[in-house]
């Protein structure tokens, strides 16, 4: 059954804060979808999002910002909707070839209906040109509103309106726009932009940015977690074939579960970075408490110091099952530690008991290579499971390739996210930083 597993996930930068996995789980179990998962994904680049989806043959990807534009260079196909938004938010592999779509215009046009909001011939500002910008004119267009696009940069909005047929704005007329608008729907990052001084009673204010939504806003304001939601439903029945527009609740009980009590990722206090055999987890573990100044443990090393026998030796004479409960000991002497950096063994999350302490105790991040390059970097130094004493003529390639093929569920279904490495060891310090440094202040 596990080898029949689909993998879907969502890709940007930042990527902890998506509750996208949230929604996807939430949908799957109300739905009884089985044999799946979803994983958030950190990525430096639309063509590295590609990579890390073909390496893994996942079925499908939500992508965020700001890789919604660029990836449309390494995808084979778009929809109608995504060419003429310039901008891909979901997509699907079939028969080897990757599939773009926008179900971000739908977000909005259902976000919108739920308000029951009259819309024909009113006028619409939409602040932003990105990708969900452009979607959101698009979809506020197909809705018969008079629209207007206004952007810091005015040369990319005039480009778009003029390529879409609506109406351009100035940047420096932002709050007159705002004056003569009937809703306003803005796409800029709450960080970047704070239109709550230019708000008034009697306007429709729809935010995109679902993290941080004022409670000083005037106005009748839309949650961005409506729309995330309005374009999930439609990613999702991309994914899985499943039509959950019949299902007039949907909606609703996702707003439910995610705005009142669900944080997203929480802040354990500890790092722990799992993967298989020579991803690169330990050098990266190493490197990362350096940069911020943490401690740094191997439950594999300090099996080794506290047995004395190389783990090799531990599978041979004494067995797999032995070796997961000194995995598990080595845990629970960290469990009351705080600020450190685990490195975990390979197959520590196979067993259930060791995979939800550690995740009691941690955030975890999920370091993938491919396996050719994994064994590349073992070369002589093949641990167990991937050499039997009792056999040689074993390819540990294809061997490393089935163990994973197995592993994945488990690694996808305990990470926060995944890190990708398979480059320059900095790189890969470097992007887990940022989003530790980012979204927990590490």
Not at 21 to 37: A, E, G, R, V
Not at 110 to 139: F, H, P, Q, T, W
Not at 314 to 338: A, C, P, Q
Request: charged letters at 25%.
């Amino acid at each position: 059954m596990i080898l029949s597993h689909k993998i879907f996930g969502v890709a940007g930068k930042p990527i902890l804060h998506s509750k996208s996995p949230d929604i996807f789980k939430y949908i799957s179990m109300k739905y009884n979808i089985l044999d799946n998962s979803y994983i958030r994904i950190i990525s430096d680049s639309a063509r590295e999002t590609v990579e890390i989806m073909k390496s893994l043959d996942i079925c499908g990807l939500n992508i965020t910002y700001p890789f919604k534009a660029d990836i449309l260079d390494y995808i084979d196909e778009i929809s109608k909707e995504a060419e003429l938004i310039s901008s891909v938010n979901v997509i699907i592999s079939e028969d080897k070839r990757l599939i773009g779509y926008n179900t971000d215009y739908l977000g909005v046009i259902n976000s919108i209906k739920e308000k029951n909001i009259d819309v024909i011939g009113k006028r619409c500002l939409v602040i932003g040109c990105g990708g969900a910008g452009r979607a959101a004119v698009y979809g506020m267009i197909q809705s018969g509103m008079k629209v207007k696009i206004i952007n810091r940069t005015n040369d990319i909005a005039k480009d778009f309106a003029n390529r879409i047929k609506c109406e351009f704005a100035e940047w420096n007329c932002l709050v007159d726009e705002i004056n003569n608008s009937d809703l306003i729907i803005n796409t800029v990052p709450s960080g970047e932009l704070n239109i709550d001084e230019y708000l008034t009673e009697g306007k429709y204010i729809l935010q995109a940015d679902y993290s941080k939504l004022s409670n000083k806003l005037q106005g009748d304001v839309i949650s961005g977690i409506h729309w995330l939601v309005n374009q999930a439903i439609p990613s999702f029945e991309h994914f899985t074939g499943v039509n959950l527009r019949e299902d007039n609740e949907v909606s609703e009980s996702l707003r439910g579960f995610l705005e009142p009590s669900n944080p997203g990722v929480q802040k354990k206090g500890n790092i722990a970075l799992i993967g298989f055999i020579g991803s690169g987890k330990t050098t990266i573990g190493k490197m990362l408490a350096k940069k911020i100044n943490w401690d740094f443990f191997d439950t594999d090393e300090m099996i080794v110091n506290e047995e004395n026998i190389p783990i090799k030796e531990i599978f041979r004479t004494r067995g797999e099952s032995y070796f997961r409960n000194l995995e598990k000991e080595v845990l629970l002497s960290l469990k009351d530690k705080k600020n450190i950096i685990i490195s975990c063994g390979g197959g520590l999350i196979l067993e259930e008991e060791n995979s939800a302490l550690l995740k009691e105790m941690s955030n975890i991040f999920w370091v993938y290579s491919p396996v050719e390059i994994c064994i590349e970097r073992l070369k002589s130094e093949l641990r167990p499971p991937l050499t039997n004493p009792f056999d040689s003529t074993i390819d540990p390639i294809e061997k490393a390739e089935i163990l994973l093929k197995y592993r994945i569920p488990y690694y996808c279904d305990i990470a926060d996210a995944l890190l990708y490495n398979n480059s320059l060891l900095t790189d890969a310090v470097d992007k887990i930083y940022d989003e530790v440094h980012t979204y927990f202040g590490y």
